[in-house]
């Protein structure tokens, strides 16, 4: 189903329930794939995912169409991974490099996420970039998403994207040729 579709059909009261989960249907993969690539425990991204959906439920009738629906909803996911990464580290008064190892472990310890040497070693790479790099990073080279899109989501200009992506590959391959 469309998401015009979806959105006329939540606008009634009588299909409300019916379109919203045929919404979490068609997104809520995506967007758990996209937190968990960010906050790694399994545990945490499913929360997260609920938040999200939880704040779509109740944000859904004010959406403005200025945006495209999955933009919106990537935005609202985008913006609970780095609180929740940012309160992370406030609450545990931890510094980054702590909260960058206790991820890494997670990543060992994780079938999904763990793969083969190469992949792991990737994936600690990226975790070892600061926050909006590495998902700036995740979002170009995992989802494939185009400049304009992660503009559109980030509230960044495109140029700040592209210079953000290229510094973060930079990073990744040094981190790679010290491992």
Not at 66 to 91: G, H, M, P, V
């Amino acid at each position: 189903m469309e998401d015009k579709e979806l959105l006329e059909k939540f606008a009634q009261p009588e299909s409300r329930n019916l379109a919203f989960n045929q919404l979490v249907r068609k997104y809520q993969q995506k967007i758990y794939w996209h937190i968990r690539k960010m906050v790694i425990d399994h545990d945490d991204a499913d929360d997260l995912t609920q938040d999200v959906f939880v704040k779509v439920w109740k944000n859904l009738e004010n959406f403005r169409h200025d945006a495209q629906l999955y933009t919106w909803i990537y935005r609202i996911a985008t913006n609970e991974c780095l609180s929740f990464l940012s309160s992370k580290k406030r609450k545990f008064f931890l510094p980054l490099n702590d909260v960058t190892a206790e991820l890494i472990e997670k990543v060992e310890a994780s079938p999904e996420l763990a793969g083969d040497e190469i992949q792991q070693k990737l994936q600690k790479a990226i975790l070892r970039l600061p926050d909006k790099q590495r998902l700036v990073f995740n979002m170009k080279y995992f989802d494939g998403m185009k400049y304009e899109e992660m503009s559109d989501i980030l509230g960044t200009s495109v140029g700040a994207l592209k210079a953000s992506y290229h510094i973060a590959v930079k990073k990744i391959e040094e981190f790679l040729k010290l491992d």
